[in-house]
């Protein structure tokens, strides 16, 4: 389990977290195939990542800020940049914001999860998570290990990620922001759900529970989120809030 908290400074080298990932083949190895012989299963893995400094004007919202924040340095020696077609999707509650960004050119697919915070107008990055990636039925039991625990700002996150999705499921403290549009309440085993499309790819659930806000959000259906919603509220969900 990986606790980061990241100081902005004007340039941020930092090692390639472990710990968290269920991604494999992270080195070159050699397997075999069904007849014996060898064969390259050559993967390409991020060795470094760089927090660039970016000014106001390309920082005015947090995906615009993960654009011109971000680098990572590959295994293969290259450097990259998101772009945004590799923004999967973004939320964002008062002056805290989250966005799943898949990592460019690596494989097997790695994907990034970026907490951002709104400074005087300017978004920054101040924390950066990775993905665990699984090729499972989508469900509850797929999230495990809490990817980040922030004992400070009293937050938690859980990240589930396959080829094409990656869906999260956060606490934070009640705060007021503003609702994104598109989005209705319903009630739910006694919770009054807040749920709709924030985008075209992008579903949002969110309910509060003892001062806290719940909320679940990915480039996941509408229904599939509020099924998830109501996995999360099962006695049997591994999930804890505590």
């Known amino acids: 389990m990986i606790i980061l908290r990241l100081p902005m400074i004007l340039l941020l080298v930092l090692a390639i977290m472990t710990g968290c990932s269920t991604i494999q083949d992270r080195n070159p190895e050699q397997a075999k195939n069904s007849s014996g012989k060898e064969i390259s299963n050559k993967g390409i893995s991020v060795k470094k990542l760089f927090l660039r ?3 106001l004007i390309k920082s005015k919202t947090p995906v615009q800020a993960v654009l011109h924040q971000m680098e990572w340095v590959l295994s293969d020696h290259s450097k990259v940049v998101p772009l945004n077609k590799d923004i999967l999707w973004s939320v964002t509650f008062g ?23 709104n400074e005087k107008g300017k978004w920054v990055i101040n924390g950066i998570n990775e993905c665990p990636v699984d090729n499972n ?13 922030d004992s400070k700002d009293k937050q938690m996150l859980w990240a589930y990620g396959d080829k094409k999705r990656v869906v999260v499921i956060g606490k934070s403290p009640e705060k007021p922001f503003i609702q994104p549009p598109g989005i209705k309440s319903i009630t739910v085993k006694g919770y009054k759900f807040f749920v709709g499309k924030i985008s075209t790819n992008e579903s949002l659930l969110y309910y509060f529970d003892s001062e806290n806000m719940i909320w679940i959000s990915g480039n996941i259906s509408e229904s599939e989120i509020i099924r998830l919603a109501k996995e999360l509220q099962s006695p049997d969900s591994p999930i804890e809030f505590d």
């Open 53 to 55: 400094e970016a000014p």
């Open 95 to 117: 002056d805290q914001g989250v966005v799943a960004v898949k990592v460019p050119k690596t494989k097997p697919v790695l994907y990034n999860i970026l907490n951002l915070e």
């Open 137 to 149: 039925l989508l469900e509850i039991n797929s999230f495990g290990d809490p990817l980040l625990i």
